[in-house]
């Protein structure tokens, strides 16, 4: 299995509802980054949590970090229509130099209105 | 954060002719990489673009197959070479200003072999 992996790998809700997503790693990490990607386009950061961290929050987002368990959740609040993407868990390993990020295979989360 | 930019945004090429895609920051940073995103698919590293040296690259990936350039600590690029229906992905660089940083990405530039 790879680096980071994730579930569910989709996730269907209605909006207003609050959407949970897991990632799940297998090597020591100095951080964990989350990004969310529209209909194939960029990818746009969200939050990076170090591996000192356990939860860091930022608008409607939560992430936590549980470094024992090698394994990350990302909690979107109240969701929106608009949230409607694919998300993506992505770790920077302590073994690998160069900050080279090892990306999960991504959530494809849908808000219905 | 950091402003990307990519030329082009996409292309439809024909098989055994090479693309080279840029990438370009508005302002100066230490590392560069290359991602590469196959339809439906996750991303997969392809190499670190080294200012000053060649790229250091990722396992099943190769220089001659994707020669990357990197000639100043703003600009960047990746050449997918000798194109096959397979290469069809979405390419991505992404920018670090230091290690450990957040990593911020392009907007990608969409290839179409035919």
């Known amino acids: 299995s790879q680096q980071g992996e994730e579930d569910p790998q989709a996730l269907s809700i209605q909006e207003g509802e609050n959407a949970t997503m897991n990632c799940s790693y297998k090597t020591s990490i100095n951080n964990l980054q989350w990004y969310r990607q529209n209909s194939g386009r960029g990818l746009v950061h969200l939050i990076l949590i170090r591996s000192n961290e356990r939860e860091k929050h930022s608008g409607r987002l939560r992430v936590t970090l549980d470094t024992s368990k090698k394994s990350s959740s990302l909690l979107i609040t109240a969701s929106r229509a608009a949230d409607t993407a694919s998300y993506f868990c992505?770790?920077?390993?302590?073994?690998?130099?160069?900050?080279?990020?090892?990306f999960g295979e991504g959530t494809q989360l849908t808000v219905n209105p | 954060s950091a402003v990307i930019s990519q030329k082009p945004s996409r292309d439809i090429c024909q098989r055994g002719t090479s693309l080279t895609i840029q990438c370009q920051v508005d302002s100066q940073v230490t590392m560069m990489f290359w991602y590469r995103q196959q339809p439906g698919q996750s991303l997969t590293l392809i190499a670190t673009?080294?200012?000053?040296?060649?790229?250091?690259?990722e396992s099943g990936f190769v220089i001659d197959k994707f020669p990357i350039s990197r000639p100043n600590l703003t600009f960047s690029t990746l050449t997918v070479s000798n194109m096959s229906p397979e290469d069809s992905s979405i390419y991505l660089c992404s920018v670090l200003r230091g290690v450990g940083d957040t990593q911020y990405f392009g907007p990608g530039t969409r290839l179409t072999v035919l």
């Open positions: 992505a770790t920077d390993a302590m073994e690998t130099s160069g900050s080279r990020l090892t």
């Open positions: 673009a080294n200012q000053g040296s060649e790229a250091t690259y």
